[in-house]
């Protein structure tokens, strides 16, 4: 294809962009409004069917998780089950420097099999709060300490079939320090600006929730300051 047919496809492309972005913006604020005049009333007339849960049955105790089958008890007396799975809780970090750029670490994900971009995170320890996880885990994996940290938000991962809560945190105070990984974690760290992490999502290169999510609530606020 010659420049002009490529100079064409790019220009089609960024207006495309920008017109799902404004179409982004615009229903982000109709459902602001529209929330601001949701009554308890319409909230009430939402039916919910009830759940009750009978028993939960140990099908398998892991080392980070624990399986477990629900007996459930729905509508009418009719019971089914539900696999459900227990966690501990993790919490993950956005360690951003001078630059603006964030300490992101590439590591084996043996569930997808693939190596994947992620902020740095990790389960609690016990009796670990998350915030404490949080400054932990960067340091470990990024081999940088977080001074003063934010929280920025809290998300269960998969709803559908676990309890799993991880803590979301940023800073912009690092100080170098050295990583301390466990035997079988291979982690390399890379620098990137939220600008680029934002188009490695959008092309599919970024594939761990947490860190979609964190990079764009993240993205929100950064432009706010």
């Not at 009830?50 to 629900?70: A, C, E, S």
């Not at 680029?196 to 979609?212: F, Q």
């Amino acid at each position: 294809m010659n420049s002009i047919g490529n100079s064409f496809l790019y220009s089609a492309y960024f207006k495309i962009v920008f017109l799902a972005q404004c179409g982004y913006v615009m229903l982000v604020l109709f459902r602001k409004q529209h929330y601001k005049y949701r009554t308890k009333a319409n909230l009430r007339s939402i039916k919910m069917i009830p759940y009750k849960r009978i028993k939960r049955d140990l099908v398998h105790k892991g080392r980070i998780i624990d399986l477990y089958n629900d007996t459930i008890e729905i509508e009418g007396g009719k019971l089914t089950n539900f696999d459900f799975i227990l966690h501990r809780g993790a919490a993950a970090m956005i360690p951003v420097d001078s630059d603006g750029k964030i300490l992101m670490v590439r590591q084996y994900r043996n569930a997808v099999d693939q190596y994947t971009l992620e902020i740095p995170a990790g389960g609690l320890n016990a009796g670990e709060d998350m915030e404490t996880c949080a400054v932990r885990e960067c340091e470990e994996e990024t081999g940088y300490k977080a001074g003063k940290v934010y929280h920025l938000l809290d998300l269960f991962t998969t709803v559908a079939f676990s309890n799993e809560k991880i803590g979301i945190y940023y800073t912009t105070d690092i100080t170098p320090s050295s990583q301390n990984l466990d035997e079988d974690e291979f982690v390399n760290m890379e620098k990137h600006s939220v600008k680029e992490l934002i188009r490695m999502i959008l092309e599919g290169n970024i594939v761990d929730a947490k860190t979609i999510a964190a990079i764009l609530a993240y993205k929100e606020i950064s432009v706010k300051k």
